[in-house]
């Protein structure tokens, strides 16, 4: 066999949406699993509540994947989570979750529109961030994982046991 | 433009490397930002202190490249972030960056050998997780993000600002 690393099939579009997914229902449990006050309220060492960082995370997966596939993105201080839009954040818990729910439909409708050699092209996303499709579609879960976790800790320090970091289902 | 996503070049073995290596850059200097006696000592809610999750992400990191490689893993419970193994961890926080080194180019020499066929063959990694190669590896580094986010809200829990997520370099 041989070793030509350029040409081996690391992933296909269909795993990394279902990598993707399984992570967004993870982090779907992490915010159900916080009282509602904790989740608008509490937070530790001056960061932001984790419904702040859940609506970045929306944020960065609908308009991310909108823009993969259609080229045109929002400016950043226009999402939601950016500190001049407190109003456009849903306002309960419950209308996260919904909200969460639509986001689901949404990335599972357009990810099979992305053309087949999207990942690799370089593109400009947010108005500011230069990156193969790829690294920004990384950047987004990563991003995700990084906040949830911090729920996780948030959880924690509230005596709350978080769902286990494998509970992709 | 034809869009068989099955056939897309998603990403390739040497930016998937540049990725988990970009990710254990930001994750060292997470580890050298804590005062020593906290990166052995402070937790929150329970948890274990930040040295522990580093042993962890540097059990997983060696032991998961090389049982991609040769397809032979150690039992989890051999390792050294095993709670039964505490002696076999770096006693001092320099000893932890000196360990986190050596991983690096392990990592790195390790990555060349995989065959381009690997990504996509199903293991069972460490005796009981049986996952595609690729799914493996993600794992690896989704749960350094994990427990290095975990680390950040120890670190402003203790005053201190964090390395920024994006900081890879």
Request: without cysteine.
């Amino acid at each position: 066999m041989e070793n030509v690393q350029t040409s081996a099939l690391v992933t296909t579009p269909e795993a990394l949406l279902e990598h993707w997914q399984g992570h967004r229902r993870l982090t779907r449990k992490v915010i159900a699993a916080f009282p509602e006050k904790d989740f608008f309220g509490f937070n530790i060492g001056g960061m932001r509540p984790f419904s702040k960082m859940a609506m970045e995370i929306l944020d960065l997966t609908e308009h991310g994947i909108r823009g993969i596939v259609t080229g045109t993105y929002p400016e950043m201080h226009e999402l939601p989570h950016h500190g001049n839009n407190p109003d456009l954040m849903p306002k309960t818990q419950a209308a996260f979750l919904e909200k969460w729910d639509e986001v689901t439909a949404i990335l599972n409708e357009l990810w099979t529109q992305i053309p087949a050699d999207r990942y690799q092209e370089i593109s400009v996303a947010f108005g500011q961030y230069e990156n193969t499709n790829f690294d920004s579609i990384m950047y987004y879960i990563d991003n995700e994982i990084h906040h949830r976790a911090q729920g996780t800790v948030y959880l924690r320090a509230l005596g709350i046991e978080p769902p286990a970091f494998w509970d992709r289902y």
